[in-house]
């Protein structure tokens, strides 16, 4: 089967499960290695629905830039929805796939998260 999941079997933890309260969203400046050793922003939002979280790059796949215009802004005004605070792009919570906006049928690249003891790890 194939997949947009980026997935290792190295879980790095992000946060607790805690520091982001239930239907809400949080951001976090990640940073990668490529292979060449040269450091490489890696931003992510992380949304917790009750005990669920789901992981995301936080880049709209309209224009390539991060989703909170306002920091850790990510929702539509209803608080259902993430979305992209330059053209009002709309979001499925669970599956990042934009339901309104320019670039409708499209989708958020998911990031691969688990909870370790209460951790929320990002499997990159
Ligand atoms: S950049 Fe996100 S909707 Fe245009």
């Given at each position: ?9 190295v879980a ?37 629905w ?13 224009d ?61």
């Amino acid at each position: 089967m194939e997949t947009n999941v980026m997935e290792t079997n190295v879980a790095y933890v992000i946060c607790n499960m805690n520091d982001i309260p239930s239907q809400k969203a949080r951001g976090f400046q990640l940073m990668r290695l490529d292979d060449d050793g040269t450091e490489r922003p890696f931003s992510i939002v992380i949304v917790r629905w009750g005990r669920q979280v789901f992981g995301y790059l936080n880049k709209c796949p309209h224009d390539g830039v991060n989703l909170d215009w306002e920091r850790n802004q990510f929702f539509d005004p209803n608080g259902i929805r993430l979305m992209c605070g330059k053209h009002g792009a709309l979001f499925e919570l669970g599956t990042g796939q934009c339901l309104e906006g320019p670039c409708k049928g499209r989708s958020l690249t998911p990031v691969a998260l688990t909870i370790i003891d209460g951790e929320v790890c990002a499997r990159v």
